[in-house]
């Protein structure tokens, strides 16, 4: 019988176990125990943080290139590690393995991206108005900053704070989902075999209210960037204002898809499936309300009924599974919550609504792709993030119609429109109230090299991703100099 591997947190360079464990079990499948955790303490934050401080001198002098070596070797070393990493994420996530190979792709282009901003690092150099003055300025670490991801994305969210954070010359705390922490321990084991110097990144896996306090209350931190709910990123808010810490957060959606009667009809079917349920609909981005033009409206449904109907739910390692489980118990109960709620307020649901327990799945947290009809944009299932497989479908009079909708509630993360016509791509782009826009794509899918982020209640400060992600993780020098 094969022994369940033990992973310990990382402080100051070295594996630490904490003496007590935490258990991470495989959502398809609950009697497979993936590994155990070592829980953290506040102790240990406290001792990860005076670490990473007295790693940031030698850290942040270091040239730009060299950092970015480093990055590029822990790359190289996912990037051979591949195929065993994806397999990994989807049993710890549930996330479908073709799903998990494409995260953990991106985070090894992650790497290599911003590895590459070493060697780039942009400043300013503007021309002075005063006789022999030269003017410029240059970017400088901001200190220990405290990282806080979900386990919605266990690679690809930790790498894109990982590794621009770094490349800055910060040194990092990084507290993952106790949900998910294999994937990103997998992140850390890399660039510690990279060479990266001690203290300068440490891990501490465990319960997220102990240790997010005691990371926020750790005198060396200077800032704190977090993926996660509104309720929690609210409350980090209020407590990182207290002492004046940078903040960066990304919280919920509640994604609209527009399909307009000229769209390409089949395509716009597909997106708005592979937008709602891919990933079990745990995507902050992902499609939660399909916004329909009247004039297709009943077709609209009834093929996205039938479509929905021929999803593959399963474990994420077999092969042909489009959906795999939610990622826990705490999750199913959300979601079967939410459809409950819908279907007091927009009747019973058009397909879908129950838990699966047949064929092989009565030990994992699996829910039927779920779609309710002519959902009123005043309900509950139309207006808070359900994170689940369930999709509300609504009815839009015109195009006008369809974008008041769509900028009707609080949130202003992704959004998806389908049409074939260029003006009313330009108006839904002007007008729309989103951070992330797609036009005939799915709401959920983006790319490292563009800015990521949200508008309203969805996020607070600088983007994430591309370059726009040096604007958090760096501040500037100003030099006025006299020749």
Not at 347 to 354: F, W
Not at 457 to 465: T, V
Request: contains cysteine.
């Amino acid at each position: 019988m094969m022994t369940t591997p033990t992973f310990a947190n990382y402080i100051n360079g070295e594996w630490a176990e904490s003496g007590q464990t935490f258990e991470n079990r495989n959502p398809a499948n609950t009697d497979d125990l993936v590994a155990l955790f070592s829980k953290g303490t506040p102790q240990d934050i406290a001792r990860a943080a005076d670490a990473a401080a007295a790693a940031l001198p030698a850290w942040s002098s270091m040239n730009a290139p060299a950092r970015g070596n480093i990055l590029f070797k822990a790359a190289d070393l996912l990037d051979r590690r591949f195929d065993s990493i994806a397999a990994e994420m989807t049993r710890e996530e549930g996330k479908t393995l073709p799903e998990a190979k494409g995260e953990v792709r991106r985070s090894i282009n992650i790497f290599r991206y911003f590895a590459g901003e070493g060697a780039r690092m942009p400043g300013m150099l503007v021309p002075s108005e005063r006789d022999r003055v030269h003017m410029f300025a240059f970017r400088k670490p901001i200190g220990v900053v405290g990282l806080i991801t979900p386990w919605n994305f266990p690679s690809a969210i930790p790498a894109w704070k990982l590794a621009p954070a770094l490349i800055c010359g910060n040194t990092v705390v990084l507290k993952p989902a106790s949900a998910a922490p294999l994937s990103s321990w997998r992140i850390v084991e890399a660039l510690h075999e990279a060479g990266i110097p001690r203290g300068v990144l440490n891990y501490v896996a465990g319960p997220g209210g102990e240790l997010g306090t005691a990371l926020l209350q750790a005198k060396p931190l200077k800032a704190v960037s977090f993926t996660g709910s509104c309720q929690i990123g609210n409350w980090l808010h209020g407590e990182a204002s207290k002492r004046r810490l940078r903040i960066q957060l990304e919280m919920g959606g509640k994604n609209p898809t527009i399909v307009l009667a000229d769209a390409d009809f089949n395509s716009a079917v597909e997106n708005v499936v592979n937008g709602a349920f891919f990933s079990t609909g745990q995507k902050c981005t992902a499609t939660s309300r399909a916004i329909v033009e009247e004039a297709i409206y009943d077709k609209f449904l009834n093929a996205l009924i039938e479509r929905t109907r021929k999803l593959k739910v399963g474990d994420g390692m077999q092969p042909g599974i489009e959906i795999g489980p939610l990622v826990d118990q705490a999750q199913m109960d959300t979601v079967l919550k939410y459809i409950e709620i819908g279907k007091k307020e927009a009747g019973a649901p058009k397909t879908g609504g129950n838990r699966m327990t047949g064929d092989g799945r009565a030990k994992g947290y699996f829910v039927e792709p779920t779609l309710f009809a002519d959902v009123d944009e005043r309900m509950t299932i139309a207006q808070e993030e359900i994170f689940g497989p369930v999709l509300a479908v609504m009815r839009a009079k015109n195009f006008d119609d369809a974008m008041r909708i769509a900028n009707n509630i609080p949130f202003g993360l992704s959004s998806s429109i389908q049409t074939t016509n260029l003006s009313r791509v330009f108006d839904y782009v002007y007008r729309m109230e989103a951070g992330l826009l797609t036009v005939n794509l799915p709401s959920a899918g983006v790319e490292y090299q563009l800015p990521f982020g949200g508008m309203k209640d969805s996020s607070f400060g600088p983007k994430e991703q591309g370059p726009a992600a040096l604007e958090f993780y760096s501040d500037y020098k100003t030099v006025y100099l006299k020749y």
